[in-house]
């Protein structure tokens, strides 16, 4: 079985690599390759370790979130990724916290900021909407709309357009184009059924 090579015995086999090949050369040449390769592998390790802190950092944040110990995790957050995260799964994570706990200005703030920089993800256009559908229906149909522009096979849209709009020919579309879209036995297309059989 071949142990896996860590990061500073990699760096160890570079530099000792770089000493036997500058033999014969000037002193000064292979003091400057050397350090040149020594800082390149630094780095490397360093870009490494970087990035298992914010897989591990994530997976913490999933695993509160999971718990449903949203304080916790909302406090994680901020120490983790700081306030101006850009990553759009983790601030969509963020913003359901938030609805969950009933602060839905915090959640759309932190949606809206997203839309600014992602304004292709369906996701945040639907998550938009759903804060708003008791509220004001009209805007969240919006918001609706605006998901299935950005994924005309988003699924839940369709659903939540069906339920919200008053036409009963409007809604009938929205059924009839979720369902021509939907696996027969997915939860969409069962509760799009669920709305024609109450027309």
Do not use: W
Request: glycine share 2%; charged share 25%; with cysteine.
């Amino acid at each position: 079985m071949r142990l896996k090579e860590n990061s500073t015995y990699r760096l160890f086999r570079c530099v000792l690599f770089l000493i036997l090949c500058s033999v014969g050369s000037s002193s000064i040449d292979a003091a400057d390759r050397i350090m040149q390769t020594f800082s390149a592998a630094s780095s490397l390790a360093s870009d490494q370790a970087s990035s298992q802190s914010v897989e591990h950092n994530e997976r913490h944040f999933a695993e509160l979130m999971h718990d449903h110990r949203n304080t916790e995790a909302l406090a994680q957050y901020e120490t983790y990724f700081g306030r101006n995260d850009t990553n759009v799964i983790r601030n969509l994570a963020r913003a359901r916290i938030y609805r969950s706990e009933g602060k839905s200005a915090v959640a759309a703030r932190i949606l809206m900021d997203a839309i600014k920089l992602n304004p292709q993800v369906e996701e945040l256009h639907f998550e938009l909407g759903l804060l708003y559908k008791l509220r004001e229906p009209k805007r969240a149909i919006s918001y609706f709309t605006n998901a299935l522009k950005c994924n005309q096979r988003y699924l839940p849209a369709y659903v939540e357009l069906a339920r919200l709009t008053l036409d009963k020919n409007e809604r009938l579309r929205y059924c009839v184009l979720g369902l021509l879209l939907s696996d027969t036995n997915s939860t969409e297309a069962k509760a799009l059924r669920d709305i024609i059989d109450k027309d």
